[in-house]
């Protein structure tokens, strides 16, 4: 489950559209623990400069992560935004979720702006389990707006 704020999700809205037509990313900070809800959204610029995919600027996301551990936080996922494609994973999405960089524990999250209005959709992805193709190892997980 993923748990997000108002505040969290505009801020989550104003990236999205701010990088517009390019995919906006950043990651999502919590207290530790599973599912604990979303204590901000961290903008992290997107190194590939692109509308149709995101590479976290690596120095971005050491600041974040740095950001992070100074508040007795931890970054527990990534979003992303979908200028022109609905709210799943990409087969390049599936690729970078499963290599070793990226925790198994993260919320993957994707916004879509590709129809009149924004939609947020989660994921999870079980390395291992993956299947680019099929997608299987894929789980969508509910996203819950307080
Ligand atoms: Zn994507």
Redesign the pocket.
């Given at each position: 489950m993923l748990a997000v704020d108002r505040r969290t999700w505009l801020s989550i809205l104003a990236e999205a559209w701010r990088v517009y037509p390019e995919?906006a990313c950043g990651v999502l900070v919590a207290r530790p623990g599973i599912d604990q809800p979303i204590v901000r959204f961290e903008p992290v610029a997107n190194a590939a400069a692109s509308s149709r995919?995101?590479t976290l600027d690596p120095k971005g996301f050491m600041k974040a992560e740095r950001r992070a551990d100074d508040d007795g936080l931890e970054v527990v996922g990534v979003v992303?935004s979908?200028t022109h494609?609905a709210a799943y994973?990409?087969p390049?999405?599936v690729a970078e979720a499963t290599t070793p960089l990226v925790p198994p524990t993260w919320h993957w999250a994707?916004v879509s702006l590709a129809w009149g209005f924004p939609e947020l959709r989660s994921f999870r992805v079980t390395p291992g389990e993956g299947d680019v193709d099929t997608l299987a190892g894929i789980a969508e997980e509910r996203v819950v707006l307080s």
């Amino acid at each position: 489950m993923l748990a997000v704020d108002r505040r969290t999700w505009l801020s989550i809205l104003a990236e999205a559209w701010r990088v517009y037509p390019e995919e906006a990313c950043g990651v999502l900070v919590a207290r530790p623990g599973i599912d604990q809800p979303i204590v901000r959204f961290e903008p992290v610029a997107n190194a590939a400069a692109s509308s149709r995919v995101f590479t976290l600027d690596p120095k971005g996301f050491m600041k974040a992560e740095r950001r992070a551990d100074d508040d007795g936080l931890e970054v527990v996922g990534v979003v992303h935004s979908h200028t022109h494609t609905a709210a799943y994973p990409s087969p390049t999405d599936v690729a970078e979720a499963t290599t070793p960089l990226v925790p198994p524990t993260w919320h993957w999250a994707i916004v879509s702006l590709a129809w009149g209005f924004p939609e947020l959709r989660s994921f999870r992805v079980t390395p291992g389990e993956g299947d680019v193709d099929t997608l299987a190892g894929i789980a969508e997980e509910r996203v819950v707006l307080s």
